[in-house]
């Protein structure tokens, strides 16, 4: 028999919720109300309770019409591909409230062709560009309270996702393949001017193989990173470089984004390696560089070059352009003092993300309106 002190003890067993908890993660999944708006200015990129979730399911030969839920809670047998094989690739995209009252999406059909290369890589079904566009327009229909409004620089970010479940021992193809859409507000990541950052080169791991999947979004890619990037910012160095796993003598990219230099001359340069995920906002920069009348390279770039570089950034979604003042590799330590061309690059993209420049590369799609907000005290 327990003891009154046992069973309590019991009662908090891991994998056990105290009754008060497990009504508190209810009431989050299932949002019985819909969550409240967050304080626009409070926003940074962190997870924002929103409204709905989009789900599709595969039923083996086509994907189904979908449903907007507000349970984001996802049930799967705990045989699942995604969870022991890591059968699973994820995007991640923005949607803006823009000058005109518009919300548009920025750059989807580059994430979608991205997801397709994966999907086709690792065996799973392809989401056609039209059904990730439509998903990730619910997403943003279904959320258009929490977008965040016009003149806060915020953006709704696009989580869509796609992974194999149901029960299955042995490697193969999964039973089931889930596509979803999350959708969470996310805030100006630089409040003022643009803020550089320091970068360390990781000697010690690699992010991908040469021949293996670096070049596609999947899941696989990023746990491995946890560790060297916490280690990083142990040192005092928020984000990681990684080079090429064969010889350790190409710069390939940074945890989460492409590595942007620029050359005295005032070249754009980008690495090219097949173990290098191509940055959807990567293509964008280098059109606007091109539009600027800049010269523009995509070629290996050697580590060795790294201290003649004017500028250099790191390049993606969550950002667009983040200044790189230093990198460190051992004792040695490249610094860089000037980011015109990459303050220039980032001010154009940003006006036509909020809808403030004209879109002259077509990568904007409006999705809805939303009236403009009395802007909050
Ligand atoms: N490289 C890696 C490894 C990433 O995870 C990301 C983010 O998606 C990027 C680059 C930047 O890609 P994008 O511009 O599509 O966000």
């Known amino acids: 028999m327990l003891t009154r002190t046992a ?191 320091d970068a360390l080169v990781i000697d010690e791991f690699d992010r991908a193989a040469p021949r293996g999947v670096g070049g596609i979004k999947c899941a696989g890619n990023y746990a491995p990173d946890v560790l060297p990037s916490i280690m990083a910012k142990e040192r005092g160095f928020p984000v990681c470089l990684y080079l090429d796993a064969a010889t350790q003598t190409y710069i390939e990219e940074f945890s989460t984004s492409n590595f942007i230099g620029v050359t005295q001359d005032g070249t754009v340069v980008t690495p090219t390696s097949p173990s290098i995920l191509p940055s959807c906002t990567k293509g964008v920069v280098l059109a606007t560089a091109r539009q600027l009348g800049l010269k523009v390279e995509e070629r290996p770039i050697s580590m060795a070059e790294a201290g003649t570089f004017k500028e250099v950034a790191a390049c993606g979604t969550a950002v667009v352009l983040t200044p790189i003042q230093s990198i460190t590799r051992g004792d040695t330590v490249y610094k860089y003092h000037t980011f015109d061309t990459i303050a220039k690059l980032y001010d154009m993209i940003t006006a036509v993300q909020a809808g403030e420049a004209e879109d002259s590369l077509g990568v904007t799609r409006t999705v809805c309106e939303k009236p403009h907000n009395p802007p909050s005290k």
């Open 7 to 197: 069973s309590r003890v019991a009662l908090r067993a891991p994998g056990r919720l105290s009754p008060a908890y497990a009504a508190t993660r209810t009431h989050e999944a299932k949002f019985v109300t819909a969550p409240p708006l967050p304080q626009w200015e409070k926003l940074g990129f962190s997870a924002t309770p929103t409204k709905a979730m989009i789900r599709y399911d595969w039923d083996g030969q086509q994907w189904n019409s979908g449903t907007s839920t507000s349970d984001f809670n996802i049930s799967i047998h705990g045989l699942s591909n995604v969870l022991h094989y890591g059968q699973a690739l994820f995007e991640g995209l923005k949607a803006f409230h823009c000058k005109d009252g518009k919300v548009r999406i920025f750059n989807s059909k580059a994430n979608a062709a991205r997801l397709k290369r994966g999907a086709e890589r690792l065996a799973m079904p392809v989401v056609p560009t039209e059904l990730f566009e439509e998903a990730i327009d619910r997403a943003v229909r279904d959320n258009v309270d929490y977008v965040p409004p016009y003149g806060y620089g915020g953006a709704m970010y696009l989580r869509p996702f796609l992974f194999g479940h149901g029960e299955k021992l042995g490697l193969g193809a999964a039973p089931h393949y889930t596509f979803c859409v999350i959708a969470s507000p996310v805030g100006a990541y630089y409040k003022g001017g643009l803020e550089p950052i």
